[in-house]
Antibody, heavy 120, light 110 residues
Framework: QLQLQESGPGLVKPSETLSLTCTVS??????????WGWIRQPPGKGLEWIGS???????YYNPSLKSRVTISVDTSKKHFSLKLSSVTAADTAVYYC????????????WGQGTLVTVSS | QSVLTQPPSASGTPGQRVTIPCSGS????????VFWYQQFPGTAPKLLIY???QRPSGVPDRFSGSKSGTSASLAISGLRSGDEADYYC???????????FGGGTKLTVL
C-alpha cells in the first residue's frame, strides 16, 4: 500500500524559507505514470495546488507561487521536497503531498498533512 | 479566489438527496475530468469521485458525480449524519498546466 509522509519544521520565521520533504513508501517514486505534488490549505480555507514534479525532475508550478517555489526529487531516497522562500503569515497552512497523473487532479494517495506556521 | 466555484454551504435532512454544484470554464471542467473529495476536520481529503462519475473501491453508491459542459455536480442520496464534511471539486486546468480546486462546500445534516 502506497504511503506518503510529510516532514519538516512546524514553525518558520517571516522572510525565511519553508522546507518540507515527502517520503514515499510502499511503491515506486520512479513510476512513469505519476507526478508528485504539493497542495496547501490555510486554516479554515480551501485547497491550493503549489506544484508538481516528475521522477525525471521536470517541474510544474502554480503561476501564483512560481517565483518563490522550488520542488526537487531524490529517487534514491524515495522522497521529493518543497522549498517556499520569503514566507509571510499568508503562507501559514497545512501542507499536503500527493500523487497524480498528467492531466488529472490528485488521486487517492495523500500524505496526512503537516501544519506550518509562519510567525516570529 | 478559487478557480472552480462551489457554494460555501449546503444542507439536508437524514435520508434526503442533496446536490453540490461546481462551476468552471472551458480550460478546466469543459475539457477535462472532474474529481470530488470529502474532507473531515483535521484529516486529508479523501477521493470520492474520479473521472466525472467513477467511484473508488469502498465509496458507497450513495455518492455519484456528473458533468455537463463547464459544470459538474456531486449528488449524495440517503443522507446520513456521517456525511457532514467539506466537499471539494477539482479538475485539470489547461491554462495553468496543473490541477485546480473549488473553494469547498460545507455539508450540514440537519
Amino acid at each position: 500500500q502506497l504511503q506518503l509522509q510529510e516532514s519538516g519544521p512546524g514553525l518558520v520565521k517571516p522572510s525565511e524559507t519553508l522546507s518540507l520533504t515527502c517520503t514515499v513508501s510502499g511503491g515506486s517514486i520512479s513510476s512513469s505514470s505519476y507526478y508528485w505534488g504539493w497542495i496547501r490549505q490555510p486554516p479554515g480555507k480551501g485547497l491550493e495546488w503549489i506544484g508538481s514534479i516528475y521522477y525525471s525532475g521536470s517541474t510544474y508550478y502554480n503561476p501564483s507561487l512560481k517565483s518563490r517555489v522550488t520542488i526537487s526529487v531524490d529517487t534514491s531516497k524515495k522522497h521529493f521536497s518543497l522549498k517556499l522562500s520569503s514566507v509571510t503569515a499568508a503562507d501559514t497552512a497545512v501542507y499536503y503531498c500527493a500523487r497524480h497523473q498528467w492531466l488529472l487532479p490528485f488521486g487517492d494517495y495523500w500524505g496526512q498533512g503537516t501544519l506550518v506556521t509562519v510567525s516570529s | 479566489q478559487s478557480v472552480l466555484t462551489q457554494p460555501p454551504s449546503a444542507s439536508g435532512t437524514p435520508g434526503q438527496r442533496v446536490t453540490i454544484p461546481c462551476s468552471g470554464s472551458s480550460s478546466n471542467i469543459g475539457s477535462n475530468f472532474v474529481f470530488w473529495y470529502q474532507q473531515f476536520p483535521g484529516t486529508a481529503p479523501k477521493l470520492l469521485i474520479y473521472r466525472n462519475n467513477q467511484r473508488p473501491s469502498g465509496v458507497p453508491d450513495r455518492f455519484s458525480g456528473s458533468k455537463s459542459g463547464t459544470s459538474a455536480s456531486l449528488a449524495i442520496s440517503g443522507l446520513r449524519s456521517g456525511d457532514e464534511a467539506d466537499y471539494y471539486c477539482a479538475a485539470w486546468d489547461d491554462s495553468l498546466s496543473g490541477p485546480v480546486f473549488g473553494g469547498g462546500t460545507k455539508l450540514t445534516v440537519l
